[in-house]
C-alpha cells in the first residue's frame, strides 16, 4: 500500500511516543518541513522534551494514552492540520516506556503499549493509507550466546517470563504484528531494532548507563558499573539514531532493520571518558548485576549500510560532551526518591 499523495504542502506525520527521549528529537527534525502531531501519556516521556516545539503552528501535542483507540479528527485542535481531508502520511511508533526501572514498575503498561497501542496505530495506517514505522529493540535477541554481532535473520534467545520479559516479549509481539499488518493489510509497514542510544533528555533518574553514570559523576558519587569488570556495549548518539529512522522511513526497505553502532566499547572506558568530562573525581566501582539488566550484543549494520546508506559518524566523545553539557543545563539532577 503506497501513502496517499499529500493534498496540502507538507505531510501530516503522527509521532506516537514523540514527548519520549528519542521521539522528541525525532519530532525536532520532522517538524522542520513537516506538520507534526506528537502523542504521549507520559508514562515515560516528559513536556519538558517538547515545551520548544509547543508554540510552533505546525506541531500539536495530544495526550493520550494508545492501549485505547484513538480519533484523530474529534481533536479540535487538529483542525489547522485538516486531518479529516488531508489524512496522515506518515507513523513512527515508540509508544512504549524504555527505563530498565519501568520493566517493574509498570509492567503491564509496557505489554499493553506494545499489544494494543501498535494495533490502533496500524489501523490508522490503514485508514489514512500511510506509511508507518515500528520502533523494535535490541532486546529481541536477548543475551548473546557467542562473539557474533546480532544480524537480523537470528531469532534470538529469550527468557519469556523473567524480568525483562514484559519488554523483550512486547517487541517481539509487536514485531509479529507489524509484519502481518504488511502482509494481511497491504500497510507499508516498517521495523527497526535500536541498539543503545544516548543523547540529550534522556532523564537522569531511569536506570540507564549514560544518564546514571554522568549523574554520579556531577554529584560526586561512585560510579557504578554492573555485571563483570569487562562488560562493554555500543553506543549510539540520537542524532545519528534520527538519522536512521528517517532514512528508514524514506527507503523501500521493510526490514527489520538493525541501528547501533557496531563498535562495543568497555563501560569502564565510559566511565573514564565520563570522569574526565566532567573533572570529577568521583570512583568506579563493579557491583553484582540487576535482576532486569542482560548482556547486550553488538549489532550487525551491514543492511543499514547497503540499503540505506546509513552509518553512526559522531564519536563517542562528542556525543558525551554534548550529553553531558545538556544535562547540566537542564539542572534536572534533583533526584527524586524513588516509591
Sequence with gaps: ???KRPIFESNNI????G???LGSHLCDELAKNNKVICVDNFSSGSIENINHLLQKPNFKFIKHDLSEPIDLEKFPELRPFKVAFQGVQEIYNFACPTSPKEYTKLPI???LANAFASKHLLDLAVKYEAKYLFAS???IYGEPVDSQPFREDYWGFIDPIGPRSCYNEGKRFAESLTVNYRLHNKVDAKVVRIFNTYGPRMRLTDGRLIPDLVNSALKGEPLKIYGKADVASTFCYVVDMVDGLLKTMKSKEAGPINLGSPDAVPLAEVAE???????STSSIEHVDAHPFSHRQGVPDIRLAKEVLGWFPTIPLADGLTETIEAMKASRVISYQPEE
Aim: net charge neutral; proline share 0%.
Design 1 to 3: 500500500m503506497t501513502s
Design 19 to 21: 514527548a519520549g527521549f
Design 14 to 17: 503522527l509521532v506516537a511516543g
Design 137 to 139: 529493540s535490541s532486546a
Design 109 to 111: 503498561e509496557t505489554l
Design 273 to 279: 571518558k565520563i570522569l574526565a568530562l566532567t573533572q
